[in-house]
């Protein structure tokens, strides 16, 4: 089974005067810790909201020219057994590259396997192996033998 799991981080930015100067600066933050070994990872703006009256809040919250901007980070991973087992693996491989940040999973999706598509790739691919097997056939036709060139 594969999933898609969300991962909600809180990333510290220092030095910053709007929410939008701190969002880009954690985004590009968050990609420097990931990249190369999670450039798979998406990173995306978090959501907030008010818990009293539900209105949206930007995903960044500032003071003192210091910001705690919320972000989610989203990967797949693939070959486990259940959702729990996804959202350990996916806090654990984001975890280890982004040190001292708190995370939250807050989604793991299932992705569907379709059989179909799988089982259309295999005909494919057994068809361009014919085709390869046809071409290796001819070639052997159109060389001479080893021991004719040395004659």
């Known amino acids: 089974m594969n999933c898609r799991v969300v991962v909600e981080a809180a ?27 999670l ?10 909201s008010c818990p009293h009256c539900g209105e949206e809040l930007d995903p960044a919250f500032i003071a003192a020219d210091e910001s705690l901007v919320a972000l989610e980070l989203e990967m797949t991973v693939f070959n486990v057994e259940r959702e729990e087992h996804a959202s350990r693996i ?7 590259r982004l040190e001292n940040i708190p995370l939250t ?7 569907e396997e379709e059989d179909e598509e799988d089982e259309t790739e295999a005909e494919e691919d ?4 014919s085709e390869s097997e046809r071409d290796r056939d001819e070639d052997d036709e159109v060389l001479p033998e080893f021991e004719d060139l040395i004659d």
């Open 11 to 37: 990333v510290p930015v220092y030095d910053v005067e709007t929410p939008d100067e701190a969002v880009r600066i954690a985004i590009s933050k968050t990609g420097e810790l990931l990249n190369p070994d």
């Open 39 to 48: 450039n798979y990872v998406e990173i995306n703006m978090g959501e907030r």
């Open 90 to 96: 996916a806090r654990k491989e984001i975890g280890q």
């Open 105 to 111: 999973v807050l989604e793991v999706e299932v992705i």
């Open 126 to 129: 057994v068809e361009v192996e």
